[in-house]
C-alpha cells in the first residue's frame, strides 16, 4: 500500500513503530499517525457513526472531523489521524456494540424509528411516564462517545504552564510562518503554535502538536499541548488559522471512502500511501482539481472529474456496500470507485477571531463568511482573513436531497438535511434555535465541517439569503479538550513541615490538611492520644499560620479586629482569639503572645493562614495604623510537647525555669531549646499541660529528635493530627470550620466570654450586639451518646417525633472517658446542661446529653498544672 | 475572568494571581441602626459600569490597591495604592473572596 520514498514525506522509513489495534500488532514508521499506519494497513472503517452506527473512514486526515476517534491507551475520543504513532499503544474501536465491521446497533440506522429524528428525547420518551426509567437504562447505555473506565486509576499527569508571549502565532501555514519570522526578524519573542506538524523556524518557538482553544481578553490563549495546557498571555496574537476544506451534501456522502481533498493529499504526500485504486472528483474549486492529479501521480486511476463551477450537475448520488463506497452516480451516470473526493470550498476558520470580538460577514461573491472588525491587539493574516479566496461556490445546483439516500449535514451527531427541514418546519426560523434543537454544529468538530453547510441548507429552505441567516456564536474552546487537560496541576506547590521526612520515618499515615501534608497519625490514633494523656506525646504543629505584627499602634490595631482586649496585655502573656467578620461571624481562631510593648506574635489555622494575612493586612490598608505584618509561617517550626511529663522532657532541654511560678499557664517565653532560639507559649489545645515550641525552620528535625530523645525514659510517642482531634474535643476546643461554619458567631458558638462588647469598636462588635438583641437561637454545645455508639459528623439532631432541629459537627470515641462524645449545633431551649436530644445514627436515633463543660479537665486544673 | 491586572507594584500581571475583595464600601462611623448595618454588610451596588475595588496581590507583592474597573467589559482603567489619608471611610468585604477558577 505504500509508494515509493518521496521527498517531502512525513515518514522516516529506517525506522518502524509498532502498536496493536483491536489486539493485533499494525506496523507503521516513525512520522505516521496512527491512522495512517491504520489506513496503510488496509483499515478503512475508523468508526460508528453518535446515533446511526454507520460505518464512518478517514475524512479529513487533519483532526477536525469525529470519524476517526479511538481509544487510545484508555484514553477516548483520540482522533487518530492526527495522533502519532508511538511504540505498544493500545488503539481500540469505539461507540460499537461488536466490531467495526459488523455493528449490533446498525439497526438504529435500517429502522429509524423513535429513536433518530431530530429531538426524539424531547418527545418520544416521555409517554408512557412509567417506562422512563427504561428509556433512561438505554438512552445512557447508547449515548455519548467512548467509554471511561469507571475503576480506571491516572492513566497520564496533566499539567497548566502559564507562559508570556510578545507576539503568539496560531497557526504555522505560509501566512502564520511568515508572520512569525517577521516579528522575530524585528526582534520580537515569537510562539507559533499549530495543530499538526511544523518545521523548526529560526528565532521563533514552535509548539507543535499543540491547539488553540480560545482567545480571551487580556491576551490569554490556552494551548493545548497534549500532556500541558500552556496558558499563553500574548501582547500581540497573530491568527493564520486558514480554512477549513466543506464537505458536499449529497445522499451518501458519508459513506467510507468519501474524502476530502487535503485528507487525500496528506495519505499520498505526508504518509506514502496510495489512497485508493479508482476514484471520482466531484469539486467547486481548484483543490479537488489538484487533488485529481495527486491521485494520478500516485497511480490512482480517475475515473471522472465534475467540476461544479463548470457542468451543471443536477444529481449526484454515492453508493456502497456495508457502509463502504462502491459507486458514484452523477445524472445517472454510474462510476464504480472506492475513493469520491469533494470538495465543497474552503471558508475561513474565523472562530478564534470571532471569539475575540471579530464581526464574522458573509461575501455571496466567494460564497464565505469572512471576519471583519478584527480587535486590537490581533491581526489576521492568509486565507483566514479572505486572502486567495477565489470566488469558489456557485449556488448549489445539485439537488442535495433525492430521497436517495440520508444526507449528512453534521457527521459528528449524524443530522440529515432531512433533520434541519423538519425543524424549519416545527417552526425553528432561527439559526441559534435550530442549532440548539437538532445539535448540528454541536459535535466534536465544532462547526468545522457542518457550520456553513447548514446555514446554506438553512437559507434555501427559508428562502433567505447566508447573509440574512447569520452565523452562530462561536465559542471556545474550538477544539476538544480532555477534562484531564484542564484539571491539570495548577501552580499551587504541595506544602511540608520541616520534619517531613521524620513522620515518614517514624511510620505516620500522611493526609492532607489545605495544601499541608501532615501525620493523620503514626497507626494508632487512640494509643497516640492515651500516650497524651498518661505521660507525654509530641506533635508537629508547623503548618500554623505565625504573624508577627510589631510598631506602635499593634495594641490598637489587634483591639480593633478581635473581640478580645490586648491593651492590658502584660508582655509575654498570651491571649486566646477568635477573628471575626464585620457580620459577626467567626473566621478564624488562635493565639496572640505579647513579646514586647510593640511586638505580638500571632498564630492562625493551618488552613486559614492565607486568608488571616490578607485580613490584617487589608484592615492596615484601610486603617493606616503604624503597624508592619510579616508573616513568619514558613520560616518558624512549631512542636507541641504535652502531657503530664512534659516539664520533665523539657527540663533536659532547656535551663529556664519551668516551674510552674516560673513559667505559668499562658505565659511566653524566649529560650534556648536544644541549643536553638526558640519562642515557648504555655498553652494547651489538648487539654494537659503543654509547651508549644517555635524555632527557626531548618532545626526542625533537630529539635525534633532532641525531644524524642529527651522523652524517651517517660515513654513519649509523637502524635498525628486524629488522635488531637480526639484530645481537643475532650476539651470542646471548636475547630474553626469543622464546628463553625459562615453563620457562626461567637455568642451562639458557646464563646460569650471572648467578646468585649464594652469596647469601643472593633470588626463584628455591631452584628454581635444585634445576635444579643435578638436573642440566642441556636448553640454550639457538647453532648456524649448514653449508649456509646458514635454518630457520624454531619449526623442530625432530631426531636421527638423526628423533625430535624440540628446537627452534629464532631464526634469521636474518647477512649480516655469511654464515652462517644461531640459536639453540635441545638436550638436554645435544648442547650442546657443536662438536657437530652435524639441523633440519627445507624438508620435509627440514640439519645444523647447534652454538656455544656468540658468534658476533660473541666476546671483545667492540668494546664495550670 | 482572564483580564490582566496592573498591580502598582508589580506591573501587569494575570488576574489569578490577586484575590478581589469586592467593591470599595463604607463602614459605618458609629453604632449604626440595623438597616445601615445590614446595608454596610450585604448591599451593594453592582453598576454595570466602573467601579472602585479592593484587590490583594496575593501571589506577588502581597499589598492591596484599589482599582477601577469596568464590570461590562473588564478593562482596569486604573490601579493605585490608596494613601490612608484619602481612604474614603472604610470598606468591608464580607471575607476575603478568592476570584473565581477561571474556565482554562
Ligand atoms: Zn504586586
Not at chain 1, 505504500?2 to 493485533?24: C, H, I, K, Q, S
Not at chain 1, 458536499?248 to 456522502?253: A, R
Not at chain 1, 468519501?258 to 469539486?283: F, N, Q, S, Y
Not at chain 1, 445517472?332 to 469520491?340: A, E, M, P, T, V
Request: with cysteine.
Amino acid at each position: 500500500m505504500r509508494l515509493p520514498a518521496r521527498p517531502g514525506e512525513r515518514l522516516n522509513r529506517d525506522r518502524e513503530v509498532t502498536f496493536t489495534y483491536d489486539g493485533n500488532a499494525v506496523r507503521a514508521f516513525e512520522g505516521d499517525t496512527i491512522g495512517s499506519a491504520l489506513y496503510a494497513s488496509g483499515q478503512r472503517i475508523f468508526s460508528r457513526s453518535f446515533k446511526y452506527h454507520r460505518p464512518r473512514g478517514l475524512l479529513c486526515c487533519s483532526g477536525s472531523c469525529p470519524n476517526c476517534m479511538m481509544t487510545v491507551d484508555g484514553v477516548p475520543n483520540v482522533r487518530v489521524c492526527a495522533e502519532p504513532v508511538r511504540e505498544n499503544a493500545v488503539v481500540r474501536p469505539q461507540n460499537v456494540w461488536g466490531s467495526l465491521e459488523r455493528d449490533a446497533l446498525v439497526v438504529t440506522d435500517k429502522l429509524g424509528g423513535p429513536f433518530t429524528p431530530v429531538g426524539f428525547y424531547y418527545r418520544t420518551m416521555i409517554r408512557p411516564r412509567w417506562a422512563w426509567p427504561l428509556y433512561e437504562k438505554f438512552l445512557r447505555s447508547v449515548a455519548g462517545l467512548g467509554k471511561l473506565d469507571k475503576h480506571g486509576t491516572r492513566a497520564n499527569r496533566y499539567d497548566v504552564e502559564h507562559r508570556r508571549a510578545r507576539v503568539l502565532v496560531i497557526g504555522g501555514g505560509r501566512a502564520g510562518r511568515e508572520a512569525a519570522q517577521q516579528h522575530a526578524v524585528a526582534g520580537m519573542q515569537v510562539v507559533l503554535v499549530d495543530e499538526g506538524f511544523v518545521d523548526p523556524l529560526e528565532g521563533v518557538e514552535v509548539v507543535a502538536p499543540g491547539r488553540a482553544l480560545g482567545i480571551w481578553e487580556g491576551g490569554l490563549v490556552p494551548v493545548d499541548a497534549g500532556r500541558v495546557l500552556y496558558r499563553f498571555r500574548a501582547e500581540k496574537i497573530v491568527v493564520a488559522t486558514g480554512t477549513i476544506e466543506q464537505p458536499l451534501v449529497f445522499p451518501g456522502n458519508d459513506l467510507v471512502g468519501v474524502m476530502l481533498p487535503d485528507g487525500v493529499r496528506r495519505l499520498i504526500e505526508d504518509w506514502g500511501i496510495k489512497p485508493a485504486e479508482k476514484a471520482v472528483v466531484v469539486t467547486v474549486d481548484e483543490a479537488g482539481r489538484e487533488a485529481a492529479a495527486s491521485l494520478r501521480e500516485a497511480g490512482v486511476e480517475i475515473a471522472g472529474v465534475y467540476d461544479l463551477r463548470r457542468e451543471r450537475v443536477r444529481e449526484i448520488v454515492a453508493r456502497g456496500r456495508g457502509g463502504v463506497l462502491r459507486s458514484v452516480e452523477v445524472d445517472g451516470r454510474k462510476l464504480s470507485c472506492d475513493l469520491l473526493v469533494m470538495s465543497g470550498g474552503r471558508q475561513p476558520a474565523y472562530s478564534l477571531l470571532s471569539q475575540a470580538g471579530a464581526r464574522v460577514e458573509y461575501d455571496p461573491g466567494r460564497g464565505v463568511f469572512i471576519p471583519t472588525d478584527i480587535p486590537e491587539g490581533i491581526e489576521a493574516v492568509g486565507s483566514v482573513a479572505g486572502e486567495g479566496l477565489a470566488g469558489a461556490v456557485p449556488a448549489a445546483s445539485y439537488n442535495g436531497a433525492s430521497g436517495k439516500g440520508k444526507c449528512f449535514v453534521c457527521v459528528c451527531e449524524d443530522v440529515t438535511d432531512k433533520d434541519l427541514k423538519r425543524a424549519i418546519a416545527e417552526g425553528f426560523d432561527s439559526i441559534e434555535l435550530a442549532k440548539r434543537y437538532t445539535t448540528v454544529t454541536m459535535g466534536p468538530c465544532q462547526g468545522r465541517l457542518c457550520h456553513v453547510p447548514s446555514i446554506r441548507l438553512y437559507a434555501r429552505e427559508n428562502e433567505k439569503d447566508e447573509a440574512t441567516i447569520g452565523t452562530t456564536t462561536a465559542r471556545p474552546p474550538w477544539a476538544p479538550v480532555t477534562l484531564g487537560l484542564l484539571a491539570g496541576r495548577p501552580h499551587e506547590p504541595a506544602q511540608r513541615t520541616a520534619i517531613h521526612h521524620r513522620h515518614k520515618e517514624l511510620g505516620a499515615k500522611m493526609m492532607w490538611t489545605g495544601t499541608w501534608r501532615r501525620p493523620h497519625s503514626y497507626g494508632d490514633p487512640e494509643g497516640e492520644a492515651q500516650s497524651v494523656h498518661a505521660s507525654v506525646g509530641v506533635i508537629d504543629v508547623s503548618t500554623l499560620g505565625k504573624m508577627i505584627v510589631r510598631g506602635p499602634d499593634s495594641a490598637q490595631f489587634l483591639e480593633r479586629l478581635y473581640p478580645n482586649r490586648f491593651g492590658d496585655m502584660k508582655p509575654m502573656r498570651i491571649r486566646y482569639g477568635v477573628l471575626n467578620s464585620d457580620a459577626g461571624r467567626i473566621m478564624d481562631d488562635g493565639t496572640i503572645a505579647r513579646l514586647d510593648d510593640e511586638t505580638f506574635y500571632v498564630t492562625t489555622t493551618s488552613t486559614g493562614a492565607g486568608a488571616v494575612l490578607e485580613w490584617f493586612e487589608w484592615w492596615n490598608a484601610v486603617w493606616g495604623m503604624d503597624v508592619e505584618i510579616v508573616n513568619v509561617t514558613g520560616g518558624l517550626a512549631a512542636v507541641n510537647v504535652a502531657g503530664p511529663r512534659a516539664r520533665e522532657v523539657m527540663r533536659k532541654l532547656t535551663d529556664i525555669d519551668l516551674s510552674n511560678e516560673g513559667l505559668a499557664y499562658l505565659d511566653a517565653r524566649e529560650a534556648q531549646i536544644a541549643g536553638v532560639p526558640s519562642l515557648i507559649l504555655r498553652i494547651g489545645f489538648v487539654g494537659e499541660l503543654g509547651y508549644e515550641l517555635h524555632f527557626p525552620s531548618p532545626y526542625g528535625e533537630h529539635v525534633w529528635n532532641e525531644i524524642l530523645d529527651a522523652g524517651e525514659e517517660f515513654g513519649i510517642r509523637p502524635f498525628g493530627l486524629e488522635p488531637q482531634r480526639i484530645l481537643r474535643l475532650e476539651k470542646m476546643h471548636i475547630l474553626v470550620g469543622q464546628d463553625t461554619d459562615s453563620e457562626s458567631n461567637v455568642l451562639e458558638a458557646n464563646m460569650p466570654w471572648i467578646a468585649k462588647l464594652d469596647k469601643d469598636d472593633f470588626v463584628g462588635k455591631w452584628s454581635l450586639e444585634q445576635v444579643q438583641e435578638r436573642g440566642l437561637q441556636d448553640l454550639l454545645v457538647g453532648f456524649e451518646m448514653e449508649d456509646g455508639k458514635v454518630p457520624l459528623e454531619g449526623a442530625q439532631v432530631v426531636l421527638e417525633g423526628t423533625r430535624p432541629i440540628g446537627r452534629i459537627t464532631s464526634s469521636r470515641w474518647s477512649p480516655e472517658l469511654r464515652k462517644a462524645i461531640g459536639m453540635a449545633w441545638v436550638p436554645a431551649a435544648i442547650a442546657e446542661e443536662g438536657k437530652s436530644f435524639l441523633v440519627t445514627v445507624d438508620g435509627g436515633f440514640e439519645r444523647a446529653t447534652v454538656r455544656l463543660r468540658p468534658f476533660f479537665d473541666p476546671d483545667g486544673e492540668k494546664l495550670r498544672s | 475572568m482572564s483580564f490582566l491586572l496592573d498591580c502598582p507594584n508589580c506591573g501587569p500581571r494575570d488576574v489569578n494571581e490577586f484575590s478581589c475583595a469586592g467593591e470599595v464600601t463604607v463602614r459605618p462611623k458609629e453604632s449604626p441602626t440595623l438597616r445601615e448595618l445590614t446595608s454596610y454588610i450585604y448591599f451593594r451596588r453592582n453598576v454595570a459600569g466602573v467601579q472602585r475595588e479592593w484587590w490583594y496581590h496575593r501571589q506577588g507583592c502581597e499589598v492591596w490597591f484599589q482599582a477601577e474597573r469596568d464590570t461590562r467589559t473588564n478593562e482596569v482603567l486604573r490601579t493605585e495604592i490608596v494613601e490612608p489619608s484619602s481612604r474614603a471611610g472604610t470598606p468591608g468585604p464580607e471575607a476575603v473572596a478568592t476570584p473565581d477558577a477561571p474556565a482554562v
